[in-house]
């Protein structure tokens, strides 16, 4: 399978948590493509979340990107398609697998998209005046997310945070949620990588993998990007759950 993903480029950290960085994702050609093909009409009509985001996804009741990546978005299917592989889920095993160990990951070799027991979830976003993200680690039931930005800033804020866990004693249980809301006493901000275009962030969806995103205003122009997730369909099976809820790093 022909990379779409320009691998090469990232920069790999493993703390505060396990994520990478790639900018110049995709080659020129591809990225004009996707633009060309982003689905601005579709968002147009779709309704705001989290403060100031309008969005379109593959999962849910409507499936909205599946028809329009169908119909008029070659590129963006062939995209989709690219990622939506146990290959490249396998990828990601490999290149986490030290901190897959330490937090007890409990997938098996049956845990996979063509057997049905994983599956891609894929927004379409643009974000506007207000959006915000609390400090958080994501579902339980994810095992590696990303974000790909399309344009670059004009507008203040709206980056991605990553925060330290270190002054915190103890992580929600497996099996419970982590969607629980830090304040930057409990997490201070390690770093802040910048909304950029064509930059790519891929995290381990690790109980300590808290992030944020900082309050967007001043827009100009709407912030496109896409967040995805590798995630498990039975949600009461974490994907990381032979740990104690107290911290051991």
Partial sequence: MKS???FENQKKYSYPFDY???DDCFDTETLDKLLDEWPSDKLAYAGSVMGGRR???NTGAEQAALGWMGQSAPTWKSFYDYLNTDEMMNKFKKEFQPSLDTWGCTLEEDDSIFGLKM???VDWSEAGDGYV???HADSQKRFVNFLIFFNDKQWDGGDFV???SDNIEEFPAP?????KHYTENDAPIHEVVQAKKNRAIFFLSSPNSL???SKQENTKEYRKFIYGAYSRRDKMRPVFSNYTNTLKK
Wanted: net charge neutral.
């Fill in 119 to 121: 599956f891609l979830h």
């Fill in 162 to 164: 990553i925060h330290s």
């Fill in 4 to 6: 779409m993903i320009n």
């Fill in 55 to 57: 969005q379109i996804s």
């Fill in 175 to 179: 099996g419970g949620n982590y969607v």
């Fill in 20 to 22: 990478l960085v790639i």
């Fill in 211 to 213: 992030h944020s995103v």
């Fill in 133 to 135: 993200r609390e400090i």
